[in-house]
């Protein structure tokens, strides 16, 4: 899947009219899961099926705001929104959201341009709980963005390529994605990534059974299979993102090899209780506002 809305767009029609997509397991954004939770377009998990699922998801990630109980969707990997910065080049710590608009990061901060990616983290910024935020908050926010925009201090909106300037040195401080850092630590210790004293965003790339899948049992049982601690360790070791399996930690600080065992001490991939006590999971954008708070984010990206 290249873009969550790209596939929306291919796959609805087929359930819109109540067809089969010709998939039985797809895994997407949680905050666009919620749009196929509130279509009623994804069939509900037999969790007898999934014994793993039931004893080992992560407790922060059991009770979303668009799927209580997580009946429709399980996360297949989570990550962390947060800042990266360049510590070497900078010459000092980046604690909090408001530091990224320090006079000494002017024209050297980028931020993410996708609304549903960005809007968290910059609102915890301002102390918002995420998890029941505002119209208020929403437009405050925007506010505060539209101003650091029309002052210079932003260099500009990026997507997954915000680690290129990062790298480059052309920015200082960013926008970034936990998994995303610990790839570019393993050049450049320098970098960074931080969850900011306010919080940051914990979200999910989740999977989920669509509408009229042919083999809902096989699907349940491969979801399952992934959520025994050995193959969670497999995965967590292999993409370096948040495992949502806790128990995976005690597997891979066994292994034989010490740079995998290693991996089990990192709290960006088993969040540590100081860090896990920081993170939330974002309210989704709702349908009735999706329209009002694109075009608003969006003339602020085109600025």
């Given at each position: 899947?290249n873009?969550?809305?790209?596939f929306?767009?291919?796959?609805?029609?087929?359930?819109?009219?109540h067809?089969?997509t010709?998939?039985?397991?797809?895994v997407i954004?949680?905050?666009?899961?919620?749009r196929?939770?509130?279509?009623?377009?994804v069939q509900?998990?037999?969790?007898a099926?999934q014994?793993?699922v039931a004893?080992?998801?992560?407790p922060?990630?059991?009770?979303p705001?668009?799927?209580?109980?997580?009946?429709f969707?399980?996360p297949w990997q989570?990550?962390?929104?947060?800042?990266?910065?360049?510590?070497k080049?900078?010459?000092?710590e980046?604690?909090?959201?408001?530091?990224?608009?320090?006079?000494d990061?002017k024209?050297?901060?980028?931020?993410?341009?996708?609304?549903d990616e960005s809007?968290a983290?910059l609102?915890?910024?301002?102390g918002?709980?995420?998890t029941?935020?505002?119209?208020?908050d929403f437009?405050?926010?925007?506010?505060?963005?539209?101003?650091?925009?029309?002052?210079?201090?932003?260099?500009r909106?990026?997507g997954n390529?915000?680690?290129?300037?990062?790298?480059?040195?052309?920015?200082?401080?960013c926008?970034?994605?936990?998994?995303?850092?610990?790839q570019?630590q393993?050049?450049?210790?320098?970098?960074?990534?931080?969850?900011?004293?306010?919080?940051?965003?914990?979200w999910?790339?989740?999977?989920?059974?669509?509408?009229r899948?042919?083999?809902?049992?096989?699907?349940?049982?491969?979801?399952?299979?992934?959520?025994e601690?050995?193959v969670?360790a497999?995965?967590?070791?292999?993409?370096?993102?948040v495992c949502?399996?806790?128990?995976?930690?005690?597997v891979?600080a066994?292994?034989?090899?010490?740079?995998?065992?290693a991996l089990?001490d990192n709290?960006?991939?088993?969040?540590?209780s100081?860090?896990?006590?920081r993170?939330?999971?974002?309210?989704?954008i709702?349908s009735?506002?999706?329209v009002?708070?694109a075009?608003?984010?969006?003339?602020?990206?085109?600025?």
């Amino acid at each position: 899947i290249n873009d969550n809305d790209e596939f929306f767009g291919k796959i609805s029609p087929a359930l819109m009219n109540h067809q089969s997509t010709g998939r039985d397991l797809i895994v997407i954004s949680d905050w666009m899961c919620a749009r196929f939770v509130r279509l009623g377009w994804v069939q509900e998990m037999d969790r007898a099926h999934q014994p793993n699922v039931a004893k080992y998801l992560d407790p922060l990630l059991r009770t979303p705001a668009f799927d209580k109980g997580r009946r429709f969707t399980v996360p297949w990997q989570s990550g962390i929104t947060g800042i990266a910065y360049n510590r070497k080049k900078l010459g000092r710590e980046i604690r909090a959201v408001k530091d990224l608009w320090a006079p000494d990061l002017k024209g050297r901060v980028t931020l993410l341009s996708g609304l549903d990616e960005s809007f968290a983290l910059l609102m915890q910024g301002n102390g918002v709980d995420v998890t029941r935020w505002t119209a208020h908050d929403f437009h405050t926010m925007c506010d505060e963005v539209e101003r650091q925009v029309r002052r210079g201090q932003i260099r500009r909106f990026t997507g997954n390529d915000y680690t290129k300037d990062l790298v480059s040195g052309d920015v200082l401080a960013c926008q970034a994605y936990s998994g995303d850092v610990i790839q570019l630590q393993a050049d450049n210790p320098d970098i960074r990534f931080v969850v900011p004293e306010e919080g940051a965003e914990l979200w999910s790339d989740s999977l989920m059974i669509p509408d009229r899948a042919g083999h809902q049992a096989n699907a349940e049982r491969l979801i399952d299979y992934y959520y025994e601690p050995e193959v969670a360790a497999k995965l967590a070791a292999w993409v370096n993102y948040v495992c949502p399996v806790p128990a995976a930690k005690d597997v891979l600080a066994n292994a034989s090899d010490k740079d995998t065992a290693a991996l089990a001490d990192n709290p960006l991939i088993f969040p540590d209780s100081t860090m896990r006590s920081r993170l939330a999971i974002a309210r989704d954008i709702t349908s009735a506002q999706r329209v009002e708070f694109a075009r608003r984010w969006n003339q602020i990206v085109g600025l």
